[in-house]
């Protein structure tokens, strides 16, 4: 395998310093290695690591980036939209070792990409500050100082071991001379003895001074003895082994794997009185071996100091003279902390926060954090406890939501008393500012204290800092994030209506001010430098869009100006690849169209026609809304139209189901629950379309409209399709049943029309499965019975097969109009039965509406046909314990088939009761049907028949029968 390079403060050797590997697309590794290396080593003297080819050898390539302290990534387009070693091998290595990850996003704007790739890793950005105000470097270095140690530090750990030992190894035996270093530390005395090795002995490389040096300072020779020892000239027969002969160095050779007879002499023939050979493979053997070598500290008592244990922990974290051991680290430095060691507590709410050496473990951070504050109170200095609290205060703040609510009372605590110890502190403007801002957002869920202290945060902003670019982008970010906040606090983002509430009407207002101020800072950089500001000058135009989206509060024009520059930002960032930006240029265009969509029958009354500068339309050329004229009349107005709003809408809407749809057949396969969304909401906007030009006077307009029905149709399916895939990509992630049951419940016997109606109001509203079941009916009352049946039944596999929980009254509908479809009893019954099988629980919900009714009557005329009359009277009977409300001709006919299922059963009291019930209803409407009157006429003579009384039944048939 090709060998590994590595850039040093100076021309010294990598051996004995920490390991930082840097790792990026390949393309992007000339332009950022030499810049962050740099940044990197003027503070730490560490060896930067680095691999430009693709490994021949991936167990040998694992190996090396295994003991690594950490991988240092540039974040860039290439390395997140582009196959590369970086993204798809080292990463995931990194996050499933739990080595630590510094992302340092290089380009404004990838945050969602980077997310959908990275997860929740926190990340550096290069153009962008924050709450903390430190520049890009010292962001850098601080978090370095959380890896790796400074070399005070770093000289007390080497400090800390009781002795030393030299291993020599053959390189291509790595593996097993990382494994015989496992086995010496797992003997619990040898624990605090360190292990030289040269970490990665590269070719034409002169290490004689620094292993004569370690030989002098150690205490015994350890040769891992394998057969590459003798089948080769190598370097540790012609110098190493010498060399500790030489200084009269105790030698201990470990057999690390397997030698034939021959080999086994071959070295002792190579390697002069070479010592008897321990197995390695013997744990007594070798324990009893290190027992003779190291009596004293053997025999002595292990210090359990917690000084002690914390530098042994950090060696075993770092690989500083020892392997890298997470597990012994931890363990080590746990008990250092729990003997309330405060460098211990701190590296180790550390090692939780960012999950280094151990898994992530926000609660356990956080325990950990406030322990060293409760320490710290106690005996410490007032500057080094507001540094905890403000540690401790950030890390709440970088959190998620949920975990900052859990947590809120923390917060509260740390708040008050970081404000309290403030003010006996000195601190800069800078440094007030920094903590105001951050004290205004952590306590986001206290409207009066983040109130309090934004508007501290905004007197000091002005006289904090200069003018520089860093900081009016800062001014620009903490601008949208207030905006972002009183927005939310408005209510925006879910039901908005300010009138109801002057306290949200100004927070509303609060919001509209910062959002522009925003704006206006991002588009002055953005005049000053396009390329490097366009990303945050699109992201916070989509945030003006966004809070517009409910409730506009400036002209239409404005909102609508401001779609189309950010959509056209996000297109040219798309350039250089087209992937890049789709997900947010998805979602912005998506939004725009639902905008313009907006209230749309009052905007059609306005006559209101925006002609966005957007060249969409030539992604849909062949939709059929691009037939319609722009100006049409309807057949009772004479006012004329201007339709280019709402094509502009569908435009937008198309394009982004485009975008979508060509992220995930790039294979990021995370935008299913958005291109679902699309779907549903171009569907409903062709459905309204639809509806809205039935009465317009043009030609080939009945044409179109049928066109947007069946595209229409088509935009449902495929949301059906998107969702069925998301679930079988991800199986454990469940639909969450919408239960509109309740109204179910008024206490009345049956469902009352307004019942009903404001079931289909309430589905039709929150359920895009209701509005393609409502939608399907539409079809066929277009007499697109084709198209119906066909989403019928699309919607009949996705509940059985991908939605079991769906509203158990839309899956009987739309259950009973699919089975009703099938011409034979038997298939009839196959479909309707297996309601009555899954949904058992939720009949009773069901009980008392009409929808029951009428599935118990299908299944009990089903029944009927096929003559099993026992099973039939059981669904006769269950569908009159209902008792719906009846128009005449439906209880007519009930009663009619309830009379032949009686007759069936030979029980002629009942049936004539049911006939003549049924009877009764048709004479009382004032136009009876004739066919049907006649043939329950003929029915009921049938029964008085077979009771015996032929007379009446002759009298009844010549009185009532009327003429076909």
Request: one cysteine or more; proline letters at 4%; hydrophobic letters at 40%.
């Amino acid at each position: 395998m090709k060998d590994f390079g590595y850039q040093l403060r100076g021309e010294t050797s990598p051996h004995g310093r920490q390991r930082v590997y840097f790792t990026s697309h390949p393309d992007d590794f000339d332009l950022y290695f030499e810049e962050i290396s740099q940044i990197v080593l003027k503070k730490f003297d560490c060896a930067i690591w680095y691999f430009r080819d693709d490994p021949d050898d991936e167990d040998e390539y694992s190996l090396r980036i295994s003991e690594m302290q950490l991988f240092i990534i540039p974040i860039t387009k290439n390395f997140l939209m582009t196959p590369n070693r970086a993204r798809d091998i080292d990463l995931p290595y990194a996050l499933k070792h739990n080595i630590p990850i510094l992302p340092l996003m290089q380009t404004s704007g990838l945050d969602e990409p980077f997310a959908r790739i990275c997860g929740n890793l926190h990340y550096i950005e290069k153009n962008k500050c924050d709450v903390t105000t430190l520049t890009y470097e010292q962001k850098i270095q601080k978090f370095l100082s959380f890896i790796l140690v400074n070399d005070e530090l770093l000289l007390k750990i080497r400090q800390a071991f009781y002795a030393r030992i030299f291993l020599s190894y053959r390189k291509k035996d790595r593996a097993l001379a990382n494994r015989l270093m496992e086995l010496i530390h797992d003997i619990p005395f040898c624990r605090d003895i360190s292990i030289w090795f040269d970490e990665y002995l590269l070719p034409g490389e002169d290490f004689n001074d620094a292993i004569i040096n370690a030989m002098k300072n150690s205490q015994l020779f350890v040769l891992c003895v394998t057969e590459n020892l003798v089948n080769e000239d190598n370097y540790i027969r012609k110098t190493e082994y010498p060399k500790a002969r030489e200084l009269s160095l105790p030698i201990m050779p470990i057999l690390s794997a397997a030698l034939t007879d021959d080999q086994m002499n071959s070295l002792k023939n190579l390697y002069d009185d070479i010592p008897e050979i321990v197995d390695g493979f013997d744990p007594g053997q070798l324990t009893n071996s290190f027992y003779t070598k190291f009596t004293d500290i053997a025999m002595s008592e292990k210090t359990e100091d917690p000084m002690h244990l914390f530098f042994i922990g950090l060696a075993y974290l770092n690989g500083i003279e020892v392997e890298i051991n997470h597990n012994r680290a931890a363990e080590l430095i746990t008990k250092a902390a729990d003997r309330n060691y405060l460098p211990a507590i701190e590296q180790l709410a550390t090692m939780y926060r960012i999950g280094e050496g151990v898994m992530r473990n926000p609660e356990k951070a956080l325990e950990l954090y406030e322990k060293q504050i409760k320490i710290l109170s106690e005996s410490a200095e007032d500057k080094k406890l507001y540094e905890a609290l403000y540690d401790l205060l950030k890390f709440l703040y970088e959190s998620d939501f949920l975990f900052r609510y859990k947590h809120f009372d923390c917060v509260k605590r740390s708040t008050i008393r970081i404000a309290e110890i403030a003010a006996n502190i000195e601190l800069g403007m800078g440094e007030y500012f920094k903590m105001f801002s951050l004290l205004a957002f952590v306590n986001v869920l206290d409207d009066d204290i983040c109130n309090m202290f934004v508007k501290s945060a905004l007197e000091y902003l002005p006289r904090a800092y200069g003018e520089d670019e860093r900081m009016l982008s800062e001014e620009a970010f903490f601008y949208s994030r207030l905006a972002s906040l009183y927005y939310q606090r408005s209510a925006g983002y879910i039901v908005y209506n300010v009138s109801a509430n002057p306290v949200y009407k100004e927070q509303r207002k609060q919001s509209e001010t910062y959002i522009m101020k925003s704006i206006d800072l991002l588009e002055a950089l953005y005049r000053k430098d396009p390329i490097k500001w366009k990303g945050d000058y699109a992201e916070v135009l989509s945030i003006f869009c966004s809070m517009n989206y409910s409730q506009p509060f400036c002209d239409d024009r404005i909102i609508v100006k401001n779609m189309e520059l950010a959509i056209r930002l996000y297109r040219e960032l798309c350039e250089d690849n087209e992937l890049l930006y789709a997900v947010k240029l998805a979602a912005l265009c998506l939004q725009s169209g639902d905008y313009l969509a907006f209230e749309i029958d009052f905007l059609w009354e306005k006559a209101l026609g925006i002609c966005l500068d957007l060249d969409s339309e030539k992604y849909i050329s062949e939709a059929p809304e691009q037939g319609i004229p722009l100006r049409i009349s309807t057949e009772n107005s004479a006012d004329v139209y201007d339709i280019r709003r709402i094509r502009k809408a569908l435009s937008l809407m198309r394009y982004s189901t485009a975008l979508y749809e060509a992220y995930a057949a790039k294979g990021y396969d995370d935008c299913w629950l958005e291109l679902a969304q699309a779907y549903s909401c171009l569907s409903r906007l062709l459905s309204c379309l639809s509806v809205w030009i039935e009465d317009v006077q043009e030609n080939r307009i009945e044409e179109i409209r049928m066109e947007l029905l069946k595209d229409c149709c088509k935009c449902y399916q495929r949301m059906l399709a998107v969702l069925r895939t998301f679930t079988e990509k991800y199986p454990e992630i469940k639909y969450k049943s919408q239960d509109y049951c309740d109204l179910l419940n008024a206490g009345d016997d049956a469902l009352s029309d307004e019942a009903l109606n404001e079931l289909e109001h309430l589905a039709y509203e929150k359920d895009p499965f209701a509005e393609c079941y409502n939608f399907a009916v539409q079809l066929y009352e277009n007499d697109l019975d084709e198209e119906s049946l066909q989403l019928h039944t699309d919607l009949y596999y996705f509940f059985k097969e991908v939605y079991p929980n769906a509203d158990a009254m839309l899956v009987l509908m739309n259950l009973y109009v699919y089975a009703c479809s099938k011409e034979h009893p038997n298939e009839i019954l196959a479909v309707l039965l297996e309601f009555e099988d899954d949904k058992q629980t939720t009949q009773d919900k069901l009980a008392g509406s009409r929808m029951l009714f009428d599935y118990y009557l299908k299944v009990a005329q089903c029944y009927l046909e096929m003559a099993d009359f026992c099973t039939a009277e059981q669904y006769f009977t269950k569908a009159n314990e209902i008792k719906p409300r009846f128009y005449p001709y439906e209880a007519a006919e009930f009663y009619g088939s309830y009379a032949i299922c009686k007759k069936g059963l030979g029980d002629l009291t009942m049936a004539e009761t049911f006939a003549l019930k049924g009877l009764e209803y048709f004479m009382s409407m004032e136009h009876p049907p004739v066919k049907e009157w006649n043939k329950l006429c003929q029915e009921y003579a049938s029964i008085l028949i077979q009771m015996g009384k032929e007379n009446d039944a002759k009298e009844w048939l010549d009185e009532m029968l009327p003429e076909e």
